[in-house]
């Protein structure tokens, strides 16, 4: 049996099921959605046999951890302020619409649509409970939003920088900020704080790897429209 979650957007019903084996594949019902959202094992099923089914490979996501006990003098890179905040939406908003052109989290149509990934990124921003806000001159330029997963697990649920002010620092100094509240807030010591990026996204790639983070459990998506 595999997990499977149901949303509904712009009057669009949507399916997104984690896929264990080929057998679920055909276990999925179909007839009640518009749009169906795999997220497989590139080990289970390769290109060819899902576009034989009549799905489109979306993207490749992987995994991501980084080991607190590693990570020391963070505080030299947080030279913006950065604060913790429930205000801000719209402007998080703004800066999320310009941030996933083509983020496969809120473009769910086979073909890229900004104004349908706009319904999904409302949504996503309105849910977000406190976050790191980086402000440059009082203006909001990022935002990173952490969950936890467990006493020493933070998850960054969603982050973001616009990128006119990409080259300030504000992503360093979110992510060190980001490390340093899920270390201070873990009485066990060690832990992690984790993530799941695309394997596209290669500016987002080298930042972990700055904090000498691992990438592993490679996640294939696919998408199909159901007529």
Not at 20 to 46: A, G, H, M, T, Y
Request: net charge negative; glycine share 4%; aromatic share 12%.
């Amino acid at each position: 049996m595999f997990n499977q979650k149901i949303y509904r957007y712009n009057d669009l019903n949507i399916l997104e099921c984690e896929i264990n084996s080929k057998e679920d594949i055909n276990n999925i019902e179909e007839k009640n959605f518009d749009i169906v959202k795999l997220l497989i094992s590139p080990e289970i099923c390769d290109i060819s046999e899902m576009e034989k089914n009549g799905y489109i490979f979306a993207d490749r996501t992987i995994d991501t951890s980084i080991p607190l006990s590693k990570q020391e003098g963070l505080e030299k890179f947080i030279r913006l302020p950065i604060i913790e905040t429930n205000d801000y939406k719209e402007e998080l908003y703004q800066i999320a619409t310009k941030s996933f052109p083509y983020d496969r989290r809120f473009h769910l149509k086979k073909k890229y649509n900004q104004d349908f990934a706009n319904i999904v990124i409302k949504e996503w921003i309105n849910q977000l409970d406190k976050t790191l806000v980086c402000l440059y001159k009082e203006i909001p330029i990022g935002f990173l939003s952490l969950k936890e997963i467990e006493e020493n697990k933070n998850f960054i649920y969603l982050a973001a920088v616009d990128e006119k002010y990409r080259n300030t620092g504000a992503a360093m100094a979110l992510y060190s900020k980001a490390i340093l509240n899920t270390k201070e807030s873990n009485s066990l010591g060690g832990g992690e704080l984790i993530g799941r990026i695309s394997s596209r996204n290669s500016a987002v790639m080298n930042l972990y790897s700055y904090f000498n983070a691992k990438f592993t459990n490679p996640i294939d998506i696919y998408i199909k429209e159901v007529t």
